[in-house]
């Protein structure tokens, strides 16, 4: 039966195998400090680079690269270690052509950037942050490890200026990669904005009047030409009434003149003059020519003749007998008349004028009618024509920002990159670390040590303690005998023997000797 060990039992166990854990763990640091010898010495140079923050506000001048730190510092570092840019820095050492691949892979595999984190550039000497700077900016270290140390540090200054050097290109480069890719943007930009200006002014030109805009002005216009069309009507009423009296008050006027002119009627002179000539034959019939009668009757007669011709004549000249018969008309006839002709003057201008008002009413009263096809054709026209708009002026403001931060690049006020610490040559390996050889054997006795005093302890069955004897015997403990034997007497397993008394609460005394 296994008891529930404590802290004392803890203790007495570490005090039984301390050896055991002792000596593993002591040869294995002694091992492992041996063991460093056997590896060949590497020395790693060191530089460091920090990153320069831009002068001018990033509020002002939006940076040109905006990638993550970390990175753009992969990136820069896989750009300095293709073959094209490590050739030139392998060529600079003298060495064979036959070991340029062996120094290049060298390179590629001791070559380590880690990027940092330094507030230097980005406080004051006051020990401020500088207005407009978010966080500290970074760096970074350049390590490079190799057999010997004068190259190592060689190649680590190269690299480093490498680093450096690449970082001005790549920044000049995006600087103008960007505003060249916005400059095609902008001119295809304004030239989809063109092509839509020329497709709205076009159905502009096509439903002029038509548009969703011009309905307000429509209904103006159509009211102003209804009551214009309105007055326009009432003139020609009144002007038709207004002829309509004056021609009856002419008729009425050239009855009762044409009555008073009667006698020059010819009919009638006809009439007066078969009479006067009967008259006459029954004279004569009676008197001679020398009577008074007849001689008043032949003057009557002459006289009605002579009427009577002159209205033969001007029968025959009609036009002269108008104007006559017209000059010879009363002043309030021919009054009447001018009255009559502006009274159809008026009446002519007033239908022309209805013709043009109802036309031009139809007009804005089908424009008024728009139809829902052209009203979203207009919409859609004029909804693409605000975006183009919009991204074109979003263009240009982004061109403009790209100048900018081109122009700062060129003058070098952008985010730079200064070498603050220069790559020494090493004057001790930076492998193998002895001690943290030495170290590790340690660690690694410490833990053999620990298992195999371990195995030891489970595999031991010895009685040590009453608590041991009551889990073993699974009885109760009455009273125990200590040992009186020698105490330099131990058993054949390491362990002093002792001999337990106890009683059970079932049975009499039993003597349990161990």
């Known amino acids: 039966m296994e008891r529930e060990l404590t802290m004392d039992d803890y203790l007495a166990i570490l005090r039984r195998r301390l050896k055991v854990i002792l000596v593993p763990m002591l040869a294995a640091a002694v091992a492992g400090f041996v063991v460093s010898y056997g590896f060949s010495p590497k020395y790693t140079s060191q530089s460091m680079v920090l990153v320069v923050g831009q002068k001018v506000p990033s509020n002002y001048v939006t940076p040109v690269i905006t990638a993550d730190f970390t990175q753009r510092i992969q990136t820069l570092s896989q750009q300095v270690m293709s073959s094209s840019r490590l050739k030139p820095i392998i060529q600079a050492l003298g060495l064979k052509p036959e070991e340029e691949g062996q120094v290049m892979d060298a390179i590629r595999s001791n070559l380590t950037v880690t990027p ?110 209804t009551t214009q069309l309105d007055q326009s009507t009432q003139s020609l009423n009144r002007a038709q009434q207004d002829k309509s009296y004056t021609e009856s008050l002419l008729a009425q006027q050239l009855a009762a003149w044409k009555s008073s002119q009667s006698n020059s009627n010819p009919q009638t002179l006809e009439t007066q003059l078969t ?135 060129n003058q070098q006020q952008g985010e730079q990159m200064t070498v603050l610490q220069i790559a020494g040559a090493p004057d001790r390996p930076s492998f193998p670390n002895r001690l943290l050889f030495a170290a590790a054997g340690l660690a690694g006795g410490l833990g053999i040590g620990f298992l195999l005093g371990v195995w030891l302890e489970i595999s031991d069955r010895s009685i040590r303690t009453e608590r041991d004897a009551e889990a073993v015997m699974d009885l109760p403990l009455l009273i125990s005998v200590p040992w009186l034997g020698d105490e330099n007497e131990v058993s054949s397993n390491g362990n002093g023997q002792r001999k337990f008394w106890s009683r059970s609460q079932t049975a009499d005394k039993d003597k349990v000797e161990v």
């Not at 190269?158 to 790549?170: C, F, G, H, R, Y």
């Open 116 to 225: 940092v984190i330094t507030s230097m550039s980005a406080a004051t000497p006051g020990g401020k942050k500088r207005p407009g700077t978010d966080q500290a900016l970074p760096g970074f270290n350049v390590n490079y490890s190799d057999s010997d140390p004068k190259r190592a540090q060689k190649i680590c200054n190269a690299i480093t200026d490498a680093i450096v050097t690449e970082n001005l290109q790549s920044r000049a480069e995006a600087a103008k990669d960007t505003t060249d890719f916005l400059d095609r943007q902008v001119e295809d930009a304004k030239r989809a904005l063109d092509e839509h200006d020329s497709q709205l002014a076009s159905f502009k030109n096509k439903y002029l009047g038509q548009l969703p805009g011009d309905i307000d002005n429509n209904m103006k216009m159509l009211m102003a030409l």
């Open 275 to 409: 009479t006067l000539q009967t008259q006459l034959i029954q004279l004569q019939s009676r008197y001679t020519d020398d009577h008074p009668d007849v001689i008043k009757t032949k003057t009557d007669i002459a006289k009605v003749q002579s009427k009577l011709d002159e209205i033969n004549k001007r029968t025959v000249n009609p036009a002269e007998a108008s104007e006559k018969a017209s000059a010879n008309e009363p002043a309030e006839i021919r009054q009447m008349r001018l009255q009559i002709h502006q009274y159809e003057n008026v009446i002519q201008q007033a239908t022309s004028d209805q013709k043009r008002l109802q036309g031009q009413i139809n007009i804005y009263q089908s424009r008024t009618n728009m139809s829902p096809g052209i009203e979203e054709q207009y919409k859609q026209l004029s909804r693409d024509y605000d975006n183009a708009q919009a991204f074109y002026r979003d263009l240009l403001t982004k061109k403009s920002s790209a100048d900018l931060g081109k122009s700062m690049e």
